[in-house]
Every structure is written in C-alpha cells, then in structure tokens.
C-alpha cells in the first residue's frame, strides 16, 4: 500500500491507520482500486479549483454521525447473518444490509463525486436515478465503478419487502426471482468495500496536497473527536476496540487490564482528555465479564495532566500523573479512602525504590548524573503524590502529603551530597513500600479476590 503516497511522506498514525485498513478490507484489491481513483480525483480537483473541492469534501465530513451510524448497523447485520441459525433469517439479515450500504454508503458517496464533477444529485434521489447520474459519466471511472454497485431490481424488491426464502427450493426469492442469497451478501460488501475505499483514498489526496487545503473554522464534529480520542489511545500503544458516548460521558471498550499494562491505559485516557476536553467522565472497560471499568472524572483527568503537561515533550510522565488518576479511579470504583492512600502510597514509593535500585551501579561509581536523575524523578513522584492527595478525604490526604514532604525534602538535602551516598538514601520510601504493598488494584485484583 505504500505506493499510494509519495515516498517523501511521512508515515503519520493516521496515514499508517489508512494504509491498514485498506490492507485488511474484506476486498482489498477492490478498495485499493477504488482509493487509488478517489485518490487522484481529489488531488486534481484540488490543484485545479481548491476552494470547491475543500468545500465538497467538508460538507461530505459534516455527515460523518449519519457515516458512523451507517456503520454501526451495517456491523450488526453481518454479525446477525454470522449468528443466524436458519436460511430465512440470513436473507433478512443479508437483505439489510444490502439496503444500508447502497442506500446509506453508495448514495453519499455518489454525491460526493458528481459534487466535484461539478453536477448534483437531487435530495432524496432514487438509486435508479443516482445510477442513471454516474454512468452519464462515462469518462470518469469512478463514476463507472460506483455505478457498478447498483441492482435497482434488488433494491426494489427489498424497499417493497417483496422478497422472502423460499425453503423448498433453498433459494432466496427477490420480486419472485430466484436469486443466489451468497451473489448479494457479495455484492454488499463489495459496494462497501468500494465507498470504505473511497474515503481512505480522499485521505491520501489531503495528505498528499496538504498546502492546498483549505481549513474552515467549523468545530469537528462529534466522530471527529471520537477519531481523534482513538488515535490518542493508539499513541499510547493501548488498543480500543470501541468507543461510545452518552452526554458528557465516553466508554471505551479495551482489553483486560494488567499490572503491566495499567500504565498504558492511563496514558491513554490522559492523552484522550487533551484531545477532548469537554468529556466529564471516562470509563474504560474491560473484555471479561466481571471485570469492573476504570472510571475517571475530570477532576482526575486535570489533575493529572497538570502533573503531566510540563513533561510531555522532556520525559515520560505517566509514573507521576498516573497517580492523581489512580487516587480519583480507586475513589469512583468505590474504594475506602485508607484502601486508595494505600495503592497511591504503594506504587509512589516503587517507583523511588525502584529507580534507586536500578541507578545503584551508576551511584556505586559516583555518577553524578545518576544522582541528578535520581533526584528529578522523586521530586516528581513527589509532585505527583501531592496532586493526588488534594482528591482524597481528609485523614488519607495528610497521610499522603506527609510522605510526598518527606520525598520533598530528602530530594533538597540530597542535592549537596555526593553521588555514591544515594545508593543507600530514601529509606522513608522502603519503609512505606513493605508496609502498603501489595497494591490493591480492583481492576485488576478484583477476580482474584472473589475467587479466593
């Protein structure tokens, strides 16, 4: 798929996000066709009259809630074809989703097209008609290819629940014709494949001609952002398998959490709050039942990314902004405020005890630059255990504050001490870590500790 772009390119998340997707189609050669075309219609009308195609193509992005809606159901009807038990009930489910992709996808798409042709296909035009329209056109391909999708005799039939199974002959009967049921479950998901291919083709164009765009001031719309919260949790290398919203809220559906991978999930939920701040609550679920979803508030979210925004560009911050997000989750999952401060205090005084024990060789040869890393990293866990004390009722938060002080304050006296003197400092933070650990992450412990 590489040879869709320029190699002068950069491969940015969302291109490589294009690139796979056109891979992994049901009909790849057919979506690589159908990119390639769209691909270099947009890229000429884009050089020739940038204005107008820019304003096509945003009207066309306007739709993308009816786009995703579109997709939702077209996602359901393959899963209920899959699931079906009887011939009749794979019809229905075949049939559906034939009427969903040619009147949802191949008419949306058609209107596109002709709109950068310079024509209009009239509002609530029949596909009869936007199939006269496109084969009108026959020195443009695309037309031709999009064209190609639309049986109006099955469409027809369909509109008028003039089809039906016929058991006795094992044949799907459409206007009394007898019709191969797998001929249009295959034409479906070519059409689909055809119009997905449509829009990674136009993709490319804009990244490929990135000077010629032409932004307008609208804000993104509600699927923008969705797109943009799972480009940020793919950033953060922890996959998403799905997003939803109610309101103010957002679910993310994600694998299991682990220990190993908790840090990640709270990468990603910060990085989805930078790119949509106006979310009130995050909950993030896992794939086993039973399992319960991490659940923060944007008083977790801030908080951590206050910690977290002076580090973005100069290191990782997430083992310090980790832990006002931590401290706000054990709070939304129902947690005593004793069982938070401990889990905070936990993996606070790990993190010390743990880069101690990995600079020890360095500080052994009194390494200076272990010490100064040393030092920067417990007065950031510091910071962070600070910031999360300020979620947390009051007796667990003086807890809390005492320890990030003393952290504090070991960080100020250790600046004038010699290198290899650190290799046996923070002892406040040993003591703290045989006394809480193990944490208590119910996202993660919660089946252990039913089953126990």
């Not at 058609?110 to 609530?124: D, I, N, S, W």
């Not at 191969?180 to 479906?188: G, T």
């Not at 790990?350 to 007065?379: C, M, N, W, Y």
Request: charged share 25%; with cysteine; glycine share 4%.
């Amino acid at each position: 798929m590489r040879h869709l772009i320029d190699d002068s390119l950069p491969l940015t998340v969302k291109l490589l996000h294009h690139l796979a997707s056109l891979a992994l189609s049901d009909r790849p050669l057919l979506a690589h066709r159908a990119a390639f075309l769209a691909r270099d219609l947009v890229t000429s009308h884009l050089k020739a009259e940038p204005e107008h195609a820019c304003s096509v193509i945003t009207r066309h992005v306007d739709r993308e809630p009816e786009m995703l809606s579109s997709h939702r159901g077209q996602v359901a009807y393959r899963d209920a074809y899959n699931r079906a038990a009887h011939q009749e009930e794979k019809a229905r489910a075949v049939m559906d989703l034939h009427r969903a992709v040619l009147e949802g996808d191949v008419k949306r798409t058609a209107a596109v097209v002709m709109e950068l042709l310079g024509r209009a296909v009239p509002e609530g035009a029949s596909l009869s008609t936007v199939r006269d329209l496109l084969a009108a056109e026959d020195s443009e391909p695309l037309c031709k290819f999009l064209a190609s999708t639309i049986r109006t005799e099955w469409r027809n039939a369909n509109a008028h629940e003039d089809f039906r199974w016929d058991p006795v002959n094992s044949t799907l009967l459409l206007g009394g014709q007898p019709t191969d049921l797998e001929q249009v479950l295959d034409a479906a998901i070519r059409a689909r494949a055809i119009c997905h291919g449509f829009e990674h083709g136009v993709a490319l164009a804009y990244a490929q001609n990135a000077p010629l765009i032409i932004w307008g001031a609208e804000e993104a719309n509600y699927v923008g952002r969705d797109l943009s919260i799972l480009q940020a949790a793919g950033e953060s290398r922890f996959p998403v398998l799905d997003i939803r919203r109610n309101g103010s809220l957002v679910r993310l559906d994600g694998p299991d959490i682990s220990v190993e991978t908790l840090r990640e999930a709270c990468r990603a939920l910060l990085r989805a709050a930078l790119a949509d701040p106006s979310i009130e609550r995050w909950e993030l679920c896992q794939t086993s039942p039973g399992r319960p979803p991490l659940c923060v508030d944007r008083t977790g979210t801030h908080a951590g990314l206050q910690v977290a925004e002076p580090l973005w560009e100069l290191a990782d911050p997430l083992p310090f902004a980790v832990l006002p997000l931590l401290a706000n989750a054990m709070t939304n999952a129902g947690e005593p405020a004793e069982t938070a401060v401990s889990t905070v205090l936990c993996l606070a005084a790990a993190h010390v005890v743990g880069e101690r024990d990995r600079l020890f060789p360095a500080l052994a040869q009194d390494d200076s630059a272990a010490k100064d890393e040393l030092i920067s990293t417990a007065k950031l866990i510091s910071d962070g255990a600070k910031a999360a004390a300020q979620l947390l009722e009051r007796p667990a938060r003086r807890k809390l504050l005492a320890f990030a002080e003393v952290l504090a304050g070991d960080c100020h006296r250790l600046r004038s001490a010699r290198a290899f003197e650190l290799a046996h400092e923070f002892v406040p933070a040993d003591r703290v870590l045989r006394r809480h650990a193990p944490a208590r992450l119910p996202w993660v412990t919660a089946l252990d500790d039913s089953g126990g």
